[in-house]
C-alpha cells in the first residue's frame, strides 16, 4: 500500500497554502476563531479538493501494513524509530514514551525509539536548524538502529521538506532489514524540490527513489501522505499536522498491540479506531463558548505583553510543553511570554536525556521552579491555565490550591481547562476564573471489536487529542488578538531554517505587495540592517541567512514585519521601519496608514 503516484496534483503545497476558511481570522471575534478552527480541524477527516483524506481506502490499507509491522517487531524483536524535526520531533518523543509505557505495564521490553532533531534541547525550545543538517541525522541512525536489526522507521515531515528526514529515509532505504515509511500531508509530487544544501538530491528526489523503491517490489517502503487541507494558520503545521500525525501513528501502533498474537490488523478495524477519533474533535468543538471566553483572557494578556504559563501534570502536560515550545518560532513570542510547568517535573518526562534542568530556566519545568522564579513576578497581566486531567492526587491538589491562592493575590488571570468524561467534582480546582470543561464520551481509545483490549486499557489518546485541540485554539487566538496574524499568515514568523526562509519571502512579497526578487531585498534589509543589499550578501548560502536571522531575533528584532514594511515603502531606512513598527505593533494597521512609494 502506498499513496498515489506522482504527477496527480501539483501547485502550491497544501502545508503551505493559505484555507480560504480563515482568510479573516485576524478580524474575527473569539468565538468566530473557534468556529473557524472546528470547520478546518473536520477536514482532517472529510478530506480535501478530492484527494486521499484519512478515511481512503488507501491511507487504511498503508496503517494496517504499518500496524502489522510493528506487531512483528513487538512480538518478536527489533526497533520501531519515530522520527521528525520540530512538532513532528515532539510527537515522535509523545508517541514513543507513550506506547513503551503501555508495553512496560504489561511485563513487555520496550520497542519504540524517537529522534528528534535538535536532541531533547528541542522538547522545549524551538531549535529550527537541526532540521536542516541532513547529514547529522543520518550518522545518528547509526545508534537508534543498530546494523542488522529489524526495525520500523517512520520519518515524519508534514510538508514532505525536511533535510533531516530526508537523509534518514535514504539510508532506511538501504537497510533490507528496515521497513521505511514517510508520513506526510502534502501529495508526492508537492515535496520539496528546493536543493538541500551540502547534498545533490532534493526531498522531491527522495520521494520518487521511494515509489521507484516500491516499484520495483520493495513492499517494506511506504509513504503515507493523506490530505488534510491547509491549515488555518498559514504554515502551521503544529495544528492539523501535529493532530493527523499523533492519530494515525496511534492508531497504527493501538492495531499492532490490540493484535498481538497474530491478528492481523484491517482496514475495517482502523476505520473503527478512526471513528473514535473524529467524535472526539466534535465532542471538543461542542464546547465553542467556554473555549472562546478562554481565548479573550489570554488573548487580552498577550496583547498587553502578559504571559501565559501552564500548569499541569502527567501526558496533558506534555502536551502543554509542546503547545509553549512551538510559539517561538510561530509567533516570535518570547520564550518567557508562553510557559508550561509539570507537578512533577522531569518524573514522567521519559526523555532520553533525562532531567535537564542544569542547562538553565527554560529547562526547568518544576512546580517549585514556578513557585522560586516566575510566581513572586506574577502580575495583572499574567494569565495562569491550569490544564486538569482531573486525575491530580491529594498533594498536587493542594499545592495547586496554594500556586493559585498566590497568584490570585497577585491578581493574575486564571483559566482551568479540564478535559474528561467526568463532571466536575467538588475537589476540583475552579475556585475563581473561567472554567473551561470538555466533557468527552471516552478518554480511552478503545480496542475494536475482535482485537485484544487489555494492552489499551488506561491510555489516554482522545483525551490528550482534546486538550491538544484546545491548547492550540488558546495560543492561536490569543496570538490573533495580539496581532501577529494578518489574514491567516504569520506575519512574526521566525525565519530559523530553510523552510521559514523561503515561507518568510512570500509572505513579504503578498503583504509587500512586490515580486519575489523585491521581497528577498527587502528581508536581507531587513536582516541584515542595511539599506543597500552588497553581492556578498545576495551569494551567502541560505544557512548563512538563517543565522543571521536569528541573531536578529536575539537582538529583538521583528525581521519578516520589518521587511514587510521595507518592501511596501522601499524608501524607508531599516530604522525607520523599526520605529513605525514599535509605534504601530499591529501590520495590518500599520500598512494600512502607510504611504506607498
Given amino acids: 500500500p502506498t499513496s498515489r503516484p506522482i504527477g496527480m496534483a501539483t501547485g502550491m503545497p497544501f502545508t503551505e497554502s493559505s484555507n480560504a476558511l480563515t482568510e479573516d481570522i485576524d478580524v474575527a471575534s473569539p468565538a468566530e476563531i473557534v468556529r473557524l478552527l472546528r470547520q478546518t480541524d473536520a477536514q482532517m477527516f472529510a478530506g480535501f479538493a478530492g484527494l486521499e483524506g484519512l478515511n481512503d481506502d488507501r491511507v487504511l490499507a498503508s496503517i494496517c501494513a504499518i500496524a502489522n509491522d510493528a506487531r512483528e517487531i513487538i512480538e518478536n524483536g527489533g526497533t520501531i524509530l519515530l522520527s521528525g524535526c520540530g512538532t513532528s520531533g515532539r510527537m515522535a518523543h509523545l508517541l514513543s514514551r507513550a506506547f513503551n509505557g503501555i508495553l512496560h505495564a504489561h511485563g513487555r521490553p520496550p520497542s519504540f525509539k524517537y529522534f528528534n532533531a535538535g536532541g531533547d534541547a528541542a522538547l522545549f525550545r524551538s531549535t529550527e536548524a537541526p532540521e536542516d543538517n541532513w547529514h547529522a541525522a543520518t550518522e545518528h541512525l547509526h545508534s537508534l538502529l543498530p546494523a542488522g536489526e529489524r526495525a520500523l522507521y517512520v520519518g515524519i515531515t508534514c510538508g514532505l521538506s525536511a533535510p533531516a528526514i530526508a537523509g534518514q529515509l535514504v539510508h532506511c532505504l538501504a537497510r533490507a532489514d528496515t521497513t521505511t515509511v514517510l508520513l506526510g500531508f502534502n501529495t508526492p509530487e508537492q515535496a520539496r524540490g528546493v536543493p538541500i544544501e551540502g547534498w545533490d538530491r532534493t526531498f522531491r528526489d527522495v520521494v520518487q527513489a521511494m515509489f521507484s523503491s516500491r516499484a520495483s517490489g520493495n513492499s517494506r517502503c511506504i509513504a503515507l501522505t493523506p490530505i488534510v487541507g491547509p491549515e488555518g494558520i498559514t504554515g502551521s503545521t503544529r495544528m492539523k499536522g501535529g493532530s493527523a500525525t499523533k492519530i494515525i501513528l496511534e492508531v497504527a501502533f493501538s492495531l499492532a498491540l490490540a493484535g498481538l498474537g497474530g491478528k492481523e490488523a484491517t482496514p475495517a478495524a482502523a476505520f473503527e479506531l478512526l471513528w473514535q477519533y473524529e467524535s472526539t474533535v466534535r465532542q471538543t468543538y461542542l464546547h465553542i463558548e467556554p473555549i472562546a471566553a478562554a481565548i479573550s483572557v489570554v488573548g487580552a494578556g498577550l496583547q498587553q505583553n502578559g504571559r501565559l504559563i501552564y500548569l499541569s501534570q502527567n501526558t496533558l502536560g506534555l502536551l502543554a510543553i509542546i503547545d509553549a515550545s512551538e510559539c517561538p518560532p510561530t509567533y516570535n513570542a518570547h520564550r518567557d511570554h508562553v510557559r508550561a510547568l509539570l507537578a512533577d517535573g522531569y518524573a514522567h518526562m521519559g526523555n532520553a536525556e533525562g532531567d ?30 491550569v490544564i486538569d486531567d482531573l486525575a491530580f492526587d491529594n498533594a498536587s491538589q493542594a499545592r495547586l490550591q496554594e500556586l493559585l491562592a498566590e497568584a490570585a493575590a497577585k491578581q493574575a488571570r486564571v483559566v482551568h481547562v479540564t478535559v474528561g468524561t467526568s463532571e466536575l467534582s467538588s475537589r476540583t480546582t475552579v475556585a475563581s476564573g473561567t472554567a473551561v470543561h470538555i466533557k468527552i464520551a471516552s478518554n480511552a481509545l478503545r480496542a475494536p471489536a475482535g482485537l485484544e483490549d487489555a494492552l489499551l486499557a488506561g491510555n489516554t489518546f482522545l483525551a490528550e487529542l482534546a486538550t491538544k485541540l484546545v491548547l492550540n485554539a488558546l495560543t492561536t487566538g490569543g496570538h490573533v488578538i495580539k496581532g501577529k496574524i494578518m489574514r491567516n499568515r504569520m506575519v512574526d514568523v521566525q525565519v530559523s ?13 503578498l503583504f509587500g505587495e512586490v515580486d ?82
Wanted: some cysteine; hydrophobic content about 50%; charged content about 20%.
Fill in 356 to 385: 535537564m534542568s542544569a542547562r538553565g530556566a527554560y529547562f526547568q519545568l518544576g512546580w517549585e521552579d514556578f513557585a522560586r522564579d516566575i510566581l513572586p513576578s506574577l502580575t495583572p497581566i499574567d494569565t495562569i491555565a
Fill in 497 to 509: 531554517n530553510n523552510k521559514l526562509f523561503y515561507r518568510a519571502i512570500g509572505i513579504v512579497a
Fill in 516 to 597: 519575489e526578487t523585491a521581497a528577498r531585498t527587502a528581508l536581507f534589509r531587513s536582516i541584515y540592517e542595511v539599506e543597500d543589499v552588497a553581492e556578498q550578501i545576495v551569494s551567502a548560502s541560505i544557512s548563512a541567512h538563517v543565522a543571521a536571522a536569528c541573531a536578529a531575533v536575539d537582538r529583538g528584532r521583528r525581521v519578516v514585519p520589518t521587511a514587510i514594511v521595507l518592501a511596501r515603502s522601499p524608501i524607508l531606512t531599516v530604522t525607520r521601519a523599526r520605529e513605525l513598527l514599535a509605534a504601530t505593533p499591529v501590520v495590518r494597521s500599520l500598512l494600512a496608514a502607510l504611504p506607498r512609494f
